[in-house]
């Protein structure tokens, strides 16, 4: 079973901190996705990485940043956090060259910004 | 502008009937399309997909129909159980210069009452 694990379901920051989201996944997968779910507006692409050290912006990628080192690691960075950033995130991989694009998400971090 | 629409936030059937959930599209390029289903505190799951060169895909008690004449889709569960209530997205496939990223619609809260 691919297994995709977000470090921490629930934090709480202050404005202006700086935060960093993590997630792993054990499958090999070459993709890896961030997106954030907000009642309403349903689930956003922030951004997204195809390789190692590569990474494409996706719909809303302002404010945030990433980083993919290795293959199995794909981390958020909130520089300096905001109330606006308070959110469901998550985080997917999938199969590079797959064409229905199937992903295969993790858990959720639940991020309170105060 | 939204790509994916889904135009019902809720929707509440009883246990033993049909639950249809549909869903828009603007983007003809569009050439997968995925439903999910999400639990509360839980990452999406993948559901079913059907290919834009198709016009339905079965898999037990779910059945994706797409008429890509109307650019609409719909998942149909029959019959509905109250495990099914969840928030289902539907989801469209869509390729980038380095490879495919999903574009989800907001999501549609199904409730199934015994």
């Known amino acids: 079973d691919v297994k995709v694990t977000q470090s921490s379901r629930y934090l709480v920051k202050r404005t202006g901190e700086k935060v960093f989201l993590e997630c792993v996944q054990d499958m090999d997968h070459e993709n890896m996705f961030w997106y954030r779910q907000d009642p309403g507006l349903g689930l956003r692409l922030i951004y997204f990485s195809y390789d190692v050290k590569m990474k494409e912006k996706g719909d809303i990628p302002e404010g945030y940043s990433v980083s993919r080192e290795k293959k199995e690691r794909f981390s958020l960075i909130l520089e300096s956090a905001s109330t606006n950033q308070t959110s469901m995130y998550l985080c997917a991989s999938a199969q590079k060259g797959v064409r229905t694009g199937e992903l295969f998400f993790g858990e959720g971090s639940r991020l309170t910004v105060l | 502008d939204q790509q994916v629409k889904q135009n019902s936030p809720s929707l509440s059937v009883q246990e033993g009937r049909i639950s249809i959930l549909n869903c828009d599209y603007t983007?003809?390029?569009?050439?997968?399309f995925l439903w999910y289903k999400k639990y509360p505190a839980e990452g999406p799951t993948f559901l079913i997909s059907?290919?834009?060169?198709?016009d339905k895909n079965e898999d037990g008690r779910f059945t994706v129909f797409l008429n890509k004449s109307a650019k609409h889709l719909s998942l149909h569960i029959v019959p509905s159980q109250p495990g099914d209530s969840a928030v289902y997205f539907c989801a469209a496939s869509v390729k980038h210069q380095a490879g495919t990223a999903l574009i989800f619609g907001k999501g549609t809260t199904l409730s199934v009452s015994s």
């Open positions: 983007n003809s390029m569009f050439d997968y």
């Open positions: 059907i290919s834009s060169i198709k």
